[in-house]
């Protein structure tokens, strides 16, 4: 069955619309994030960033999240809703990242956070939202459109870490080598690569028939894996849940004890990580069901930043396989677009 993959059709009969081709450019797409957000100047003294957005848009924060935990010099919060928190001041930096800058969510949270005097940096490919930060003097990114905004997490978070590197609030990533370094990554993930060497294919072979719960090892691994449920989601209309470690080891691990059923479990880890951590990972792999199909998934890279990025591309491809094992169009998200209709009813 799962040679599916390897069959040269597969992709013209399943991905009319070019996800994986998508995917397969993300690392250029990265190198073109490094050059527009070097093109911004923010100034002004700020104590909290914050980024609003949902979706595809949203996945940035995370990530800038986890980094500016370790590497911020102040905090970094991130907002998935229609109201602006109310701690906002003319002393925060809100990010607004809308790509299609049409999100009713992020507009009304914008306008919020405008009104509270706070320095607003809107980024997105055009509509109300370029509109009304060029009407309101807003410092504004516009990214190419064009794609879905899952595909364009390069323009969405690459873009914003060169601007806030640059800005002095975190320090710097090292951000030139990652288009190489993906690019690297992205040559064993391809579809030309059988399933045989294809580490991308292998994870979708060993999620398929099941629900995948998606692990990390710790703060930015649980970012990555929270990825990694949304793009399982939406490209391959699957259900899948994320976790991290430590605090599944409080609760969810003793829910393992109860579930029958057809169950995958994935923990994604550096490789890097402390004794303790590593602990709890071969620990919770052993406590499983034996009916639970397990991986243990490691990262390469240098930088934490390389770390996370190459383990979320190999997510993406692992969602987009995934997909076509179910026989699924991985850009068709019709559900969601019915939802926005029936909402700009009301």
Not at 15 to 29: E, K, S, Y
Not at 73 to 85: D, F, G, I, K, W
Not at 90 to 109: D, P
Not at 274 to 280: E, G, N
């Amino acid at each position: 069955m799962h040679h599916l993959l390897d069959e040269a059709s597969l992709v013209s009969r399943l991905d009319p619309r070019g996800i994986l081709q998508l995917t397969d450019v993300f690392p250029a797409q990265c190198a073109e994030a490094i050059r527009l957000g070097s093109a911004v100047e923010l100034s002004g003294t700020f104590d909290h960033v914050l980024l609003i957005g949902v979706g595809g848009s949203a996945v940035a924060g995370d990530y800038l999240q986890v980094l500016f935990d370790s590497f911020g010099s102040l905090p970094l919060s991130v907002t998935r809703n229609y109201e602006a928190p109310v701690w906002v001041s003319n002393r925060t930096l809100v990010i607004v990242s809308s790509y299609s800058g049409n999100t009713e969510e992020t507009l009304s949270a914008y306008d919020e956070a405008r009104s509270a005097g706070a320095t607003v940096l809107a980024i997105t490919s055009g509509g109300l939202l370029a509109e009304r930060a060029a009407a309101n003097r807003n410092v504004l990114l516009t990214i190419p459109g064009g794609q879905p905004p899952r595909t364009a997490l390069g323009y969405s978070f690459v873009t914003l870490l060169q601007v806030l590197q640059r800005s002095k609030l975190i320090e710097p990533q090292y951000l030139n080598g990652l288009p190489d370094f993906l690019t690297a990554q992205c040559a064993s993930w391809k579809n030309s690569v059988p399933l045989a060497q294809n580490q991308a294919k292998q994870i979708a072979d060993l999620m398929f028939n099941s629900i995948p719960m998606i692990y990390g090892l710790g703060d930015w691994q649980g970012a990555v894996a929270k990825r990694w449920k949304a793009q399982i989601n939406e490209n391959a209309k699957a259900m899948a849940f994320a976790n991290a470690f430590p605090e599944l080891n409080h609760n969810e691990i003793l829910g393992w004890s109860g579930p029958d059923g057809a169950w995958s479990c994935l923990i994604l880890e550096a490789g890097d990580e402390t004794a303790q951590m590593q602990k709890r990972a071969s620990f919770t792999i052993e406590s499983l069901r034996s009916h639970v199909r397990t991986m243990r998934v490691r990262t390469s890279g240098k930088t934490v930043l390389e770390k996370m990025m190459g383990l979320s591309l190999l997510g993406d491809y692992a969602s987009i396989y995934l997909a076509f094992l179910r026989g699924v169009d991985p850009a068709d998200i019709s559900p969601l677009e019915q939802l926005k209709d029936e909402l700009s009813s009301l």
